[in-house]
């Protein structure tokens, strides 16, 4: 039986410990408060140009824009993001997942490029190739960072070293629930767009041929600008959800520990009493 004194040191640890988890579940709170605003404002400006992208692909007949060429698959890419720290539940471990079981049914050549220290340093000890890496995002992503990304992404596929590239990441639904997708990032498949007021006829200038070449890279941005958003709200949530799960945890713990030290007290004076009885008797 542990004596008091480590019992004590042992409530005075696990103590410490909560007040960790405590402010750590109040730091990603607040953060994930203000991401969710970002991401909903987003949402309108991400839409409109899904919606664009498709009333000026149906007017255009001949679809030879390099980001809507589709060839023969032999090399595809994974552009995922995680996080860079872990004490987040599950959050990193869905992400990895999904790709992992994605590039077992491939049976194709797969490299990947990686947001997030998480799944960079799981795929390096898979031995999967990573031919970019981003660490250390910043907590509220910018659009300057999706631009980056998506400039990266265009290039590689316009220089073939991906015929597909894929986009895995995970959507914020609310505090308790976060879902992984996987989505198509390149070609670019307008005809899984729905396009706003298809009987609305719209005059493009100079061409609508033109308005594609601008609006096309425009989507990529804004897809992995939203998936930068989701994908951060869905940390801090998890996050939120791991830390508070550890402080009642901590509390149950501190609770069992406070009964064992009263036991370990009790069994002490009882103890004592018998030696100060037995201690009478034998004067006696």
Excluded: W
């Excluded at 998480?118 to 995002?137: A, H, M, N, P, T």
């Excluded at 949530?237 to 901590?250: G, L, P, V």
């Amino acid at each position: 039986m542990k004596s008091m004194r480590d019992i004590k040191r042992q409530i005075a640890s696990v103590e410490n410990t909560k007040k960790i988890t405590k402010a750590m579940k109040l730091v990603a709170a607040a953060k994930l408060r203000r991401l969710q605003e970002r991401a909903e404002n987003a949402k309108p400006f991400f839409e409109k140009t899904r919606k664009t992208l498709a009333n000026v692909t149906a007017k255009i007949d001949n679809r030879l824009h390099p980001l809507l060429e589709e060839r023969d698959v032999k090399k595809v890419g994974y552009f995922l993001i995680t996080g860079d720290r872990g004490l987040a539940g599950p959050y990193n471990n869905r992400v990895i997942k999904e790709v992992e079981t994605s590039i077992e049914a491939d049976q194709k050549e797969n490299n990947l490029i990686t947001v997030g220290k998480k799944g960079r340093d799981y795929f390096k000890r898979q031995d999967v190739e990573i031919i970019s890496e981003y660490l250390e995002l910043e907590d509220s992503p910018t659009f300057h960072n999706a631009a980056n990304f998506a400039q990266e992404v265009v290039e590689l596929y316009q220089e073939e070293i991906f015929d597909e590239i894929y986009l895995v990441y995970t959507d914020f639904k609310s505090v308790i629930n976060q879902e992984v997708k996987k989505i198509k990032l390149l070609p670019v498949d307008p005809d899984d767009m729905e396009p706003e007021n298809p009987d609305t006829r719209y005059l493009y200038e100079p061409s609508p041929e033109e308005v594609l070449s601008v609006v096309l890279p425009q989507y990529i941005k804004n897809i992995i600008f939203g998936a930068l958003l989701q994908s951060k709200a869905s940390e801090f949530a998890s996050r939120m959800t791991a830390m508070d799960s550890a402080t009642d945890n901590a509390e149950e713990m501190i609770e069992e520990l406070t009964l064992s030290y009263n036991r370990a007290r009790q069994a002490a004076i009882t103890q004592e009493l018998s030696e100060i009885v037995g201690g009478a008797e034998a004067l006696e």
